[in-house]
């Protein structure tokens, strides 16, 4: 099991697709869904991770980009999503485990980073996820690349 230090820096949630999503310190997954209250989590894509290391990418002095901004449910610090391939299992937190489903999206029209700053980072480094194990998440907690 690799860590290298790697751990949820940030959980955000929103009950609605296209809200904003608002940061959580806990929250429930669930295996075969996603993250209880948010939207996403009855999706074909349950639950997104994006590396906060890739906000300085979208640096703008008209944008303030926080955790959740580009819709994430979990903004993660000091893991390389460049090693990350679809299957691969990924644990969060003493009993979350994923597997990666999809790399990256299309941007939707109207995307507000897109439009200020001309680029976009979670179409090439958004990670999808299923959940094939639930549990508590915290901030804080760590991560683990399985397989």
């Known amino acids: ?50 590396p906060h290391e890739s906000f300085v990418k979208v640096e703008h002095p008209d944008l303030d980009v926080k955790p959740g ?15 990350v391939a679809v299957g691969t299992r990924i644990q969060l937190g003493a009993s979350v485990e994923v597997e990666v489903i999809q790399i990256g999206k299309e941007c939707h029209k109207g995307c507000i980073i897109r439009q200020l700053v001309g680029d976009c980072i979670m179409p090439r480094e958004g990670v999808f996820a299923r ?6 998440l915290r901030e804080g907690d760590d991560i683990r690349i399985l397989s």
């Open 1 to 50: 099991m690799e860590n290298n230090g790697a751990h949820i820096y940030r959980i955000s949630i929103s009950p609605q697709k296209g809200q904003k999503k608002k940061n959580v310190s806990e929250v429930e997954v669930v295996a075969g869904g996603g993250i209880e209250g948010d939207a996403h989590g009855h999706s074909h894509r349950p639950l997104s991770l994006l």
């Open 131 to 136: 959940v094939l194990s639930g549990g508590k």
């Open 69 to 83: 901004d580009f819709a994430e449910n979990i903004t993660t610090v000091g893991l390389d999503f460049t090693n």
